[in-house]
């Protein structure tokens, strides 16, 4: 098995995702929160939140592992600055989502805040950066590998 190739491509197949994932959240999802009525939004986030979870908890784990992975075993076209810059990428993501992200949405989860919702929404763009900068990381070094 080819390790270092395998890291790279699980990558690819979950970075990608969770980058247009995290644009769609960002331009459509979240700002559609406030359109969602007071007698609905608990119900409406609780499903959101469980859903969304669903789609992005195993993408996230398996771009973190993999890009653990690539520090120790990288791809021969991924100079190791790459690897270890995808890696704190990753971990920014978690970062931001465990600490800025979550409490937003445990405020969100008890109803409609309107600050909250305002200070998800912003703070969101951290994690949209993030994922945005490791996906064009890692589209770089596909064009490496296949170039």
């Not at 270890?84 to 971990?91: E, K, T, W």
């Not at 008890?110 to 994690?127: K, P, Y």
Request: positive net charge; contains cysteine; glycine residues 8%.
């Amino acid at each position: 098995m080819n390790v270092p190739r395998l890291a790279l491509l699980v990558q690819l197949c979950t970075t990608l995702p969770l980058v247009g994932v995290i644009w769609m959240v960002q331009v459509v999802a979240y700002p559609l929160f406030a359109r969602v009525g007071a007698a609905e939004f608990a119900r409406y986030h609780e499903a959101h939140a469980r859903l969304i979870t669903f789609v992005v908890g195993p993408l996230m784990v398996g771009e973190l592992g993999a890009s653990i992975v690539s520090v120790f075993r990288p791809h021969a076209a991924m100079p190791r600055g790459a690897a270890l810059g995808g890696v704190v990428l990753a971990l920014l993501t978690w970062g931001f989502t465990m600490f800025l992200s979550v409490p937003k949405h445990d405020l969100l989860g008890h109803g409609f805040d309107a600050r909250a919702h305002e200070l998800l929404v912003l703070t969101n763009w951290l994690r949209t950066a993030a994922w945005t900068a490791r996906g064009a990381l890692l589209l770089w070094v596909a064009h490496r590998a296949i170039g």
